[in-house]
């Protein structure tokens, strides 16, 4: 076995469901639900969890082999954890899973829990005599296929639920609960269905040996019955009760296929067969556990009569009669009179070496489990689940109760109480329906709803002038009303006050959270017109938006008085130096932690070095800058020698190497540039001039190689005509 439990409370008794923040306490492991027609089933889930979380999700991964491949990537599933549960309903195609739950807090994992193999499939109820319950010792051996499972626990007297839900796969140890034994032929046809239908395979069986059809019809109604071999009374209600707990439990929590019916042999032997009469029995056995179960569950249904070397017509017509009754859902089963003959004890099939029996029977049960059937037989699709209500005491507990039509099995505690109540622990119960069909409540974990009076959170208990201060209420509650009578989860104030909400929790019980005092904190003188100064290098004031030449600084004070100074640019301190062009303000703090409004914002520009100016003979006495920044004034060397002149064109006055640099001014700040590469100026000592035509400016140019004053000009034209 792959677990040792055998009751479905024992799941929240082993020490790892103790240890965990997270519990699922349905599908249980190895679980299969029908399929429908269209190989799409669902996988039913409910568990707990000690905490209110922001979010539960599911995923799926497929065995496909001897691999896991994802199916259902991690999707939100119904979260209740306010209440300490969630559920959930996954829409599936026929297949073999392995199912997480993880509990998302924020952006975290807060706890994981997983079930290794659940599956959508087919779900089969075995029912008859003892060629369908099995014989110890005949050689029935069990699947090879992982996918085949059966209920793993044997009851005798199964006449009332037990709410076992633990499975097992069927291997040759196998007893198939609960009345099943050995794996039988059924291991056999587990490993065929599921290797032709790629989905897996549930087994239950409720047969009985030595049982005739009036057995099963009169118990069926109440009659005491007795062992028609033995001639001793059957326990009361059996064996009808058997099959139809089987059902009750099984069927309306995982679904079902059909019911596989295997009898006839004790009608012919030693019963005395009267074709109508039986007839009548299994008319009245397949009506009235219907009736019982509230739906027309189909039926496969053997031709079988061989019993002690004796065959009987008359039990096989009466057989054909109820498989070919119209519009009674009834399959045609194998017939078996026939198959593994001679017969390991005169009735019962058997494996031997040289006679497989057994092998035999499950093949004809293979033969009539085919695509025909299962494409035409309506499996019963059931919704196991339903919800516990919460409502809470005048004792401020939480009272746990059905809603209507439904009625207690047993709590997961065993407790038999109609209804539950507390502060803590974990809940759910098994449930019948007003049918008296099995159902499983939702799991409530009592620890996650908040059984204290909630506190207001806040970061703060008071309130700087032009803000709001955001009151919340504590998670876990709901329809909250403030003392101030909004109505919302959390509140903004501005006004001082003593406040306070009242709110329920998840089990609708009233709380009022504590009293909390806010008060208004006044804005003190310093911090009502914040201040920057600027200061040069030289240590004087200038004024906003002036500027710095590259590698000088600014130095920036903010107004006194603060705790604390927070810049825009997330400088911290009242005093800083600026080596870059900025725009910047500040905010700053003041007990018992309030902050200023903005100051104003101040703007300081660094101005990057100009470039040096390029020097050129403007003519043939004159150097001029040719290129280079604006400038209000030009520096001229020669031979690195500092000239007095200060235009943007020089007179040579000696021969030498020529440089200049300029000079710009903006903002308040006056830049000089690089020096500029030399050019060579020669000297003419001997006063001369030169005239020429300059044609960028469209003039006669007219230079000397000294300066001049009081210069006249005589120019002749072409006609010999003279202007001064």
Known sequence: ????????????????????????????????????????????????????????EAKLQEYQGNQLVDFLDWTTIENNSDKGSFSS??????????????????????????????GVGEVFIISGQSNAQGVPGHGGTGAKDDRVNCSDFTDPDFRSPNADFAFRQLGDDADIGPLGLTPWCWGQVGDSLVARLGVPIMFFNAALTR???????????????????????????????????????????FGLRSILWHQGETDTYPGVPVEEVLYGYYK??????????????????????????????IVLSSQDSIINKPDFNIFLGPSTDDLGQPRFDGVHFGNTPNLKGIEQLAESWIDKLN????????????????????NCTEDLQASITLSDGQSIYKWNDGNMDTYRVGRSGIFWANVFDAKGNSKISNTLNLSAIQFESPTVSLDND????????????????????WSNQEGTKSIEVTEEGVYNYKG????????????????????????????????????????????????????????EGFDAYIWSDAFNGQNRVLDSTAILSFKGSYEPGCFSRES???????????????????????????????????????NGTLLPETSLTIKITETGIYTAAVRSTKNGASCISAVSEGLKGDFFSTANSVAYFDSESEAIQLETSVNQTNVKIKLIDIQGRIWT
């Open 371 to 390: 695509s025909g059937f299962f494409g035409a037989c309506q499996p019963i699709i059931s919704n196991p689940m339903v919800d516990l209500e919460v």
């Open 89 to 118: 309903v996954l829409k599936v195609k026929g297949g073999w899973y392995k199912l997480s739950i993880r509990a998302i807090i924020g952006e975290e994992v807060y706890t994981t829990i997983e079930l290794n193999k659940v």
């Open 211 to 253: 049982t005739s059809s009036s057995n099963w019809y009169e118990s069926s109604v109440g009659i005491p019955t007795k062992d028609a071999i033995f001639q001793g009374l059957f326990a009361p209600g059996a064996p009808y009760q058997y099959l139809n707990t089987t059902i009750k439990q099984y069927a309306s929590i």
């Open 284 to 313: 009245g056995l397949i009506e009235n556990i219907r009736s019982d179960f509230g739906q027309n569950m189909a039926w496969m249904f053997s031709r079988v009569s061989f019993s002690e070397a004796r065959t009987s017509d």
């Open 600 to 638: 104003e914002l101040v703007s300081v520009t660094e101005f990057l070095a100009s470039e040096a100016p390029t020097l050129v003979h403007s003519g043939k006495y004159e150097i001029s800058i040719f290129s280079g920044d604006l400038t209000d004034k030009v520096t001229w060397y020669i």
């Open 1 to 56: 076995m792959r677990r040792s439990i055998k009751l479905f409370i024992s799941l929240l008794l082993t020490g790892q469901a103790l240890s965990a923040q997270i519990t699922l306490s349905f599908p249980t492991e190895r679980s299969v639900f029908q399929r429908d027609l269209d190989n799409e089933g669902s996988i039913y889930i409910s568990g707990s969890i000690d905490k209110s979380v922001e979010q539960i």
């Open 504 to 559: 329920e929790n998840a089990a609708g019980c009233v709380y009022q959270s504590n009293d909390q005092e806010i008060y208004n904190v006044p804005v003190p003188d310093f911090a009502k017109s914040p201040t920057i100064l600027i200061r040069d290098q030289n240590g004087l004031e200038v004024d906003n938006g002036s500027g710095f030449c590259a590698g000088g600084w600014f130095n920036l004070t903010a107004s």
């Open 462 to 481: 008071f309130i700087c002038e032009g803000e709001a201060l955001l009151l919340s209420s504590e998670n876990g509650f709901q329809n909250i009303l």
